[in-house]
């Protein structure tokens, strides 16, 4: 049956993109969950830890270690709100500082996964995520 080929298959996909990615980062001292965090306060700017679980569909416990990790490295800090209950999550002054370095190794590992794909078939594939994922948000 096509269906269970395919999420299978994506599954897979889905574990060896993440293994590349934890090696590549791996001499910098990251894990691809600490870059997924890293990147979306880049992007997005500060958030509460319930916005970053929603963003990338994780639960509280795991985003919990992964916070803490980034702030004992010193890359995020938590900040309060207007509302005293609720925490920002924002990049320090180190992880923008050391960001740059951090793109370039994420950059190499995807450009070296899709050194083989045709830009074409990349296009055609972000579509039809982007379409994907429109459809279950």
Request: proline content about 4%.
């Amino acid at each position: 049956m096509i269906t269970h080929e395919l999420f299978h298959t994506l599954h897979q996909l889905s574990r060896h993109l993440t293994n590349k990615l934890n090696e590549a980062l791996s001499p910098v001292g990251l894990y691809g969950s600490q870059w997924a965090v890293i990147f979306v306060l880049k992007t997005k700017g500060s958030l509460t830890q319930r916005e970053l679980c929603d963003y990338l569909f994780v639960e509280a416990p795991p985003m919990t270690r992964t916070i803490q990790r980034l702030v004992k490295q010193g890359y995020v800090k938590q900040v309060s709100g207007k509302d005293k209950r609720a925490k920002y999550i924002e990049l320090t002054e180190e992880a923008l500082k050391l960001y740059p370095d951090w793109e370039s190794v994420v950059n190499e590992v995807n450009q070296s996964l899709l050194q083989h794909f045709p830009e074409k078939s990349q296009e055609e594939l972000l579509t039809l995520q982007n379409s994907w994922l429109k459809q279950l948000l």
